[in-house]
C-alpha cells in the first residue's frame, strides 16, 4: 500500500514538472513575441533634445599595448603607445523640463563650451541578448527598445547652435556614430 502511494506521488511529481516546465516555456516563448513586438531598429530609438551646457569637461586617455609575443612571465612586458581617446563631460539643463537629463558623455573631442546652446542626439535604447546557440561564433539575436531618459546619457551627436539665430553652426558625432546610423 505505502508502495503505490510513493508510485502515485512520484508519477503526480512527474507530471506536475511537466506541467511547470511546459508553462514556462510557454511564458518565455510570449515573453520573447512581446519583446519582438515591441522591438525597433536602433536608428529608430535616437532622439534629438534642445540643451544649454553648464559646464564642459574633456579627458583624454593614453592607449597602451603589449603583443603577446613580448610578454615574459615573471616580469614586466614591453608597452607601446597605440594612441588617444577623448571622452567629453557635460553638464547640461534641458530647455524642455521634462526631460531629466543633467549630464551628457560625448565620445570623442567638441568644442561645446559653457553657454552654448546644443542639440544632443542621444540613443535612447535598452539591449536584449538572445541566447547562444550551439557555439560562440553564432552571432546572438539582438534587439533593441525604447526606455525612458536617465539623468546620464550618452550624445552620439552634437549640434552647436548660434547664440543670436540659433541656427546650427557645427555638428560633431562621436566615434560610436555609425553604429546608430541606417545602412
Not at 49 to 57: G, R
Not at 60 to 65: G, N, Q, R, W
Not at 92 to 103: A, F, L, Y
Amino acid at each position: 500500500m505505502k508502495k503505490d502511494l510513493l508510485k502515485e506521488v512520484k508519477l503526480l511529481s512527474k507530471r506536475e514538472t511537466s506541467r511547470a516546465l511546459a508553462r514556462m516555456q510557454r511564458e518565455q516563448e510570449k515573453s520573447q513575441k512581446d519583446l519582438e513586438a515591441r522591438a525597433k531598429p536602433i536608428y529608430e530609438l535616437t532622439h534629438e533634445e534642445l540643451f544649454e551646457v553648464e559646464s564642459v569637461v574633456q579627458e583624454s586617455y593614453e592607449h597602451i599595448v603589449s603583443p603577446m609575443s613580448e610578454w615574459r612571465a615573471g616580469s614586466s612586458s614591453d608597452g607601446y603607445t597605440a594612441g588617444y581617446s577623448t571622452l567629453t563631460r557635460l553638464t547640461v539643463k534641458p530647455i524642455d523640463s521634462r526631460i531629466p537629463i543633467t549630464s551628457i558623455e560625448f565620445k570623442g573631442p567638441t568644442s561645446v563650451k559653457a553657454g552654448d546652446a546644443i542639440h544632443a542626439v542621444i540613443s535612447r535604447h535598452e539591449t536584449h541578448e538572445g541566447d547562444r546557440n550551439f557555439d560562440d561564433y553564432t552571432p546572438r539575436n539582438i534587439l533593441y527598445t525604447d526606455r525612458e531618459y536617465r539623468p546620464n546619457e550618452e550624445a552620439i551627436e552634437i549640434k552647436i547652435l548660434s547664440a543670436v539665430f540659433k541656427k546650427v553652426v557645427r555638428t560633431e558625432r562621436s566615434v560610436n556614430y555609425n553604429e546608430f546610423k541606417k545602412e
